[in-house]
């Protein structure tokens, strides 16, 4: 499906079933803004009753009509206020509301079709278009809403007092309306072009922070800030582009509103010169005719912001177009668990080469297995296959034991852990990334998981499990970030433990002692080490060696 080709139609039904957290406030803007309204029409009744009663026209008393009009001003403050507040206290609830939902659907999407967004994309719509939308459904349309109710009933009252200007000022409506519908089909096309450009530029940047050591040692830094610069320069012109046309067509609307209000004025003027009309209701005209055009002008002012959510309903749309995995309860074995390939074959798409063919292996409950091949062969897939992140195309994959077996899916992945290579640590404390293993894990038992994992200098640091980590395991080597991940896995209750070069940055002596360890102390565990290391092999009982399907 082509997710720029959606109706309109589509899209507002989308919005509605996405607006649940959020109508509460946009129902509350609405009610508050009629409020308004009315405050502003009995405004104008009570100041031409005054300037009525100030020049002899009628009777009353100037004192009690003041007494009103302050009392409307107070409402009006009051209601502006409480609108402010809705604003700045409901209004970031609603987001972060809406922005966990999409978020908590990104981590459970297919992983093979997640791919094919860059994580600098995903930022960006989780945090723009999560913006513009919720500003849509609690202010844009509630606004909508208000400033129309403000037009009838500014019409009404104008038409009550003067059914020719009235209907002479709406003249000009038409003209909008046919203006607004070829504004909106542009219009929607070049916020599409912006938002599309920034969350490119948000990929640049997102993807060169993450690899500034690699773009500094390649002294790619003057290419990168060229990237960067053609990117912006990109977005610099759709953005001209787009202001142009917009001040275009709010130029052109704010033309007709200037000769609409010449119209009234000038009429106001004769009438009062006849004696057809009062001062009072002089004032009245200017000021309805204003009620009546303000309106107009703003939803003219709307429709860029209304636009610009659609733009970003589309994108979010494409989110929850993206396939989920399998859901449902987790599946836990009872016991140490093993694995069995049968004959499994596997390819990324039709067109792409068979990574896997026909191929048959058993993982046994509480063996020791090193994974070795040339680069190409397949380790990454396998692996990826073991955590159920892909499927098979042919074939199945069980885990199984003396309890019983189930059909690998997304569903058994409680089963695994996977330890993958580099520094796969979060920033904040050790104690916070151990917990991430076995969140009910006691001191106790991460001191034992890091000894096992032969990390225990963290407990010789000045703040021990709480000491700090950075970004991407910052202020440590990859060798000590490598042992406190293995650690965090030896927590985790899964049975079957998928270590990905996890040796890679240690010392000979450090890696033989932390494979000893690990191979002693393995009882309710399966090991699966993917390496290229002699050392780990020689602790490991079996050893797969996985090479390239022979071309047909």
């Known amino acids: 499906m082509n997710i720029r080709n959606i109706s309109s139609g589509r899209l507002v039904k989308w919005l509605w079933r996405n607006s649940t957290g959020a109508r509460g406030q946009a129902v509350a803007n609405t009610v508050i803004g009629f409020v308004d309204v009315a405050c502003q029409l009995l405004w104008v009744l009570a100041c031409k009753h005054a300037i009525d009663i100030a ?14 009009i302050g009392a409307l001003m107070l409402a009006e403050i009051t209601s502006r206020g409480i609108t402010r507040w809705i604003h700045a206290v409901t209004g970031n609830k609603v987001r972060n509301r809406m922005r966990l939902k999409f978020f908590a659907r990104l981590l459970r999407c297919d992983w093979l079709h997640l791919q094919q967004h860059h994580t600098g994309d995903l930022t960006n719509r989780l945090e723009g278009d999560v913006n513009s939308i919720t500003s849509l459904i609690t202010e844009t349309i509630p606004a909508a809403l208000v400033v129309f109710v403000q037009l009838i009933g500014s019409f009404i009252l104008l038409f009550s007092m003067s059914p020719m200007l009235a209907t002479s000022i709406l003249v000009i409506m038409p003209v909008c309306l046919v203006v607004s519908r070829v504004y909106v089909k542009r219009m929607r096309k070049l916020n599409r072009d912006v938002r599309d450009s920034d969350s490119r530029i948000q990929s640049v940047l997102q993807e060169s922070l993450q690899h500034k050591e690699l773009i500094k040692s390649l002294e790619q830094n003057t290419s990168t800030e060229k990237q960067l610069t053609e990117l912006q320069d990109k977005l610099h012109s759709q953005v001209t582009d787009r202001t142009k046309f917009s001040l275009g067509a709010f130029s052109l609307i704010q033309l007709g509103f200037a000769a609409g ?123 990826r ?15 199984y034991n003396e309890n019983g077996k189930k059909e690998s899916s997304t569903l058994t ?57 950075t970004e991407k395991g910052g202020g440590m080597s990859e060798g000590q970030a490598q042992r406190i991940a293995v650690a965090r896995s030896i927590l985790r209750p899964g049975s079957i433990i998928i270590l990905d070069e ?51």
Request: negative net charge; charged residues 20%; hydrophobic residues 40%.
């Open 55 to 68: 020049t002899g026209v009628s009777q009353g008393s100037l004192m009690g009509t003041g007494i009103v």
């Open 261 to 383: 209000y010449l119209v009234a004025f000038l009429w106001g003027v004769a009438n009062l010169r006849d004696g057809i009309i009062t001062y009072g209701t002089m004032a009245a005209y200017l000021q309805l005719v204003g009620l009546i055009q303000r309106p107009t002008m703003d939803l003219s002012q709307y429709i860029p912001g209304i636009v610009s959510s659609l733009t970003a309903a589309e994108r979010l749309y494409e989110i929850e177009d993206i396939p989920l995995e399998k859901q449902g309860e987790a599946i836990m074995m009872d016991g140490t668990a093993g694995v069995r390939f049968k004959d499994v074959t596997f390819s990324y798409d039709k067109n792409s080469r068979i990574i896997l063919k026909d191929f048959n292996y058993d993982f046994p409950p509480n063996s020791c297995t090193a994974i070795v091949g040339e680069t190409g062969a397949g380790k990454t897939t396998l692996i």
């Open 385 to 399: 296959l073991l955590v159920a992140l892909i499927n098979p195309t042919e074939g199945c994959i069980e885990l």
């Open 413 to 469: 992945r409680r089963n695994f852990v996977y330890i993958p290579q580099g520094n796969s640590l979060v920033s904040g404390t050790i104690r916070e990334n151990l917990l991430m293993g076995n969140p009910e894990a006691t001191e106790t038992e991460m001191i034992n998981a890091l000894h096992i994992a032969c990390a225990d200098y963290v407990t010789e640091l000045p703040d021990g499990l709480d000491s700090t980590i």
């Open 502 to 552: 996890v040796t890679s940055a240690l010392d000979e002596v450090t890696e033989k002692e932390m494979l000893r360890r690990l191979t002693s102390s393995q009882i309710g565990k399966t090991l699966i080490f993917v390496t290229h290391r002699p050392a780990v092999i020689e602790y490991c009982t079996q050893v797969l060696r996985i090479e390239k399907p022979v071309k047909q």
